[in-house]
DNA sequence: GAGTGGTCTAGACCACCCC
DNA sequence: GGGTGGTCTAGACCACTCC
């Protein structure tokens, strides 16, 4: 590299890497488009092609981006067959994987409640879109849904065209530009209320699984705030360690 | 590698990992012994450090090996910080994280049940070592947990040391030789039962979260089945995606 | 200072994809 | 046949650990 003769030791390919990153981010290139060949960069950068390769391996293994020999280097999206299940944990007793489909209840605008807020790291008060909908695996409710995020940054999200796509992580990237790259869940098991018995089809009280999940970006920073509530009589959720 | 002219492709570097893994299976390397570095080994082998170096990174990544720079390659063991969490997702709600103590219900040799020998690879009938044990966190009960192994892999453990110690993979790797590697769980929410309730000191129909967990030796082949019961009033089950 | 793993280089060849 | 990423090599130097 030419620039960075900066006298804070890091290693090159991490540079490297943080570079290539910011060129993702930033939109240059976008989801989907195949970025420069190995040997390209190498040049661009002036380092050797074994120091690009790690930069790249690293996003690779991170999901940032896919490598294909003989193809190149593309930027992952979020509707391709590996990211589909990334995000999505919940598998039939049989152990057969699909994907939801989804139904959406609400759809409005108002202020962030104040968990919300610490999950998203806004003020309470600040505004949020909110959607609330049912989500069906095999015909049968299995799933009731609740995403918050900010309305700053996704604004129009609730006007968005009225059939809202099934994965809204791939919503996120085309309209707004930023892609859900890391998770965290958290688990609790809670007793289903009148809402979710008109829902989910259970009776008051059944024991439901809630995941509370906060999305973030490529760099980290909170995303989108999901609190799902699931029924575990047809399906599990699935953790592999 | 001067064995190995197989005319069927596989990267040097993955036979390279393979053998190295089956010496650490065999016993020759026992977990927390150092093994020799990256220079002799690629000596031995007649591959070059590179070559080496990726089948070694490989193994470290899949938490097989823990290298460090200056010291060397050490055979990853279960009492080590970074191994210590990696099958034990229960936090205290303020985000806290720490190990359960155990205090042992029952320790039993019987027949499996069906569902024990399914998920154990074995046939229904075959003998088996059940153990029931309460795990406390912050002195108050979280989970009530069954343990079910093969009496033939794991002959005497019955009547292993009174107090059985509190991280049962250290005693099956120091014991038995075997490191559990890898494992699926699968998360329900149920209602708690009579058990429960004397046990978790909950009452009977409070929602709990019950893991299935299938944990796999380095080769991927079933070890124990455990399931626990996991009051979730205090705690949660943290995922990161 | 000696030994370890970590970084970086430069170059050769291979497997794969597509034209 | 030309381009891509994947493998393998050989060697230099660096950062870390321990004596």
Redesign the interface.
Known sequence: MNDQVTPNFRPLYQQIKEVLLSRIVSGEWPPGTFIPSESALSQQYGVSVGTLRKALDALANENVVIRRQGKGTVVATHDSDRSLF??F?L?RLDGERSLPISRVLVRERRKAEAIEAEALGMEPGDEVIHIRRIRELDERPALLEDVVVSATRFTGLEEEPQPLPNTLYHLYQQRFGVSVA??????????AGSEEQEHLGVEV?T???EIRRIAKDLQGNPLEYRVSR?E?QHH??????
Chains 1, 2 share one sequence.
């Open positions: 990334q995000f944990h598998v890391h998770a965290e869940e958290r688990l609790f098991a809670i007793a009280n024991p439901l699984l699931c575990t599990y959720y699935l953790n592999e360690l």
